[in-house]
């Protein structure tokens, strides 16, 4: 009662503080302030590796936590059309995209240059033709690949050939990782994750953690109260 009649009264902190010890609940909530238009690119050590899923995982993930966010299909793979024709053929395609759960979806190589906090770029598997564009984009870089015996010779080569980059990320599925070092002798040197596998395109929580990390540059969380 002397605290809620003194001079400042009882504050928000205060009663949050209260509860949460004596009650166990917590009226505290995330919510996050981003740099502009940050870019993402991912490429591919292989087909079937992941990559257009890992990327849709992303810009779903940040969608949710309040970023603006585009996702451009930068690669001749096609697989957006088929992914609009499944899920979202309802919805208008207007300028070369179209929007779908708070995304922006482009076709064709088109990045859009204003209005958003973070563009994803899918590249497809890296090649001769993109490896420039991977290296040009200043940004977040990410190499997709994986650890299966037939896959680990295309992770290698294109440690290999991305040998001139100075910093990237590299995904890889939780697996066995036994035999990695014969392939990779400077694994330990480079930035590698571990990452659980994602049956869906559109699951923005799978992998929370390991996106929060990679994009801790240019995301501030903050802490706020709800009540």
């Known amino acids: ?32 302030t981003f740099e502009k238009q940050v870019k993402i690119a991912l490429v591919g050590s292989m087909e079937r590796i992941g990559t257009t899923t890992t990327s849709m995982n992303i810009a779903s993930y940040l969608e949710s936590i309040g970023g603006k966010v585009s996702y451009t299909e930068a690669n001749n793979s096609n697989h957006l059309k088929d992914i609009y024709n499944i899920f979202f053929k309802d919805n208008i395609v207007k300028e070369n995209h179209f929007t779908a759960n708070g995304i922006d979806y482009f076709f064709n190589f088109n990045i859009p240059s204003t209005n958003y906090d973070f563009n994803i770029i899918d590249l497809g598997v890296l090649t001769d033709a993109n490896i420039n564009i991977f290296n040009a984009i200043e940004g977040v870089k990410i190499l997709c690949g994986g650890v299966k015996p037939y896959e680990i010779p295309s992770l290698s080569d294109s440690i290999e050939r991305l040998k001139d980059i100075k910093q990237y990320h590299i995904l890889l599925p939780k697996g066995d990782m036994l035999n ?13 994750h571990r990452i659980e596998y994602s049956k869906s395109l559109f699951n923005g929580d799978k992998n929370k953690k390991t996106w929060e990390l990679l994009l801790s540059e240019y995301i501030i969380k903050h802490k706020s109260l709800e009540i």
């Open 1 to 32: 009662m002397l605290l809620c009649i003194s001079p400042n009264g009882m504050t928000r902190e205060y009663i949050n503080a209260k509860i949460s010890s004596d009650y166990g609940f917590d009226f505290e909530v995330d919510t996050y």
């Open 180 to 192: 990695i070092s014969n392939y990779i002798p400077d694994y330990e040197n480079n930035m590698f």
